[in-house]
């Protein structure tokens, strides 16, 4: 059975750096896609980033451009976002999950066709 596996969340200062980590087990053929989403109390989920798995295209939202960076380890069948710089307002549950048709585009992921459990990030003095 096909499923999205994340960690890596936790409490982390303002100024400060995590990695999240994605592992995706059980997919009988390679996915097209894969990226980030997150949630924040009281707010929609909105993406955050994404990676195609051919060619290596990536997408960010405009507010963690520059700070996160997206990279895919094919071998070990896992994608992690780098988080530079965080600030409060990246506080949010985040997600990963998997296009299984289309390319990452300009505009993220245009379906999702599974997804994790979420790991909590906290940003905070």
């Known amino acids: 059975q096909a499923q999205l596996l994340e960690s890596g969340g936790g409490l982390v200062q303002p100024g400060g750096s995590l990695r999240l980590s994605c592992v995706a087990s059980g997919f009988t053929s390679d996915y097209s896609a894969i990226g980030w989403f997150r949630q924040a109390p009281g707010k929609e989920r909105e993406g955050v980033s994404c990676?195609?798995?051919?060619?290596?295209?990536?997408w960010y939202t405009n507010s963690v451009k520059d700070r996160f960076a997206i990279s895919r380890d094919a071998d070990v069948n896992t994608m992690y976002l780098q988080m530079n710089d965080l600030k409060p307002e990246d506080t949010a549950v985040y997600y990963c999950?998997?296009?299984?048709?289309?390319?990452?585009?300009?505009?993220?992921?245009?379906?999702?066709?599974?997804w994790g459990q979420g790991t909590q990030v906290t940003v905070s003095s």
């Open positions: 999950a998997v296009d299984l048709k289309f390319p990452c585009t300009l505009g993220g992921l245009i379906t999702t066709d599974y």
């Open positions: 990676i195609s798995s051919r060619g290596g295209t990536t």
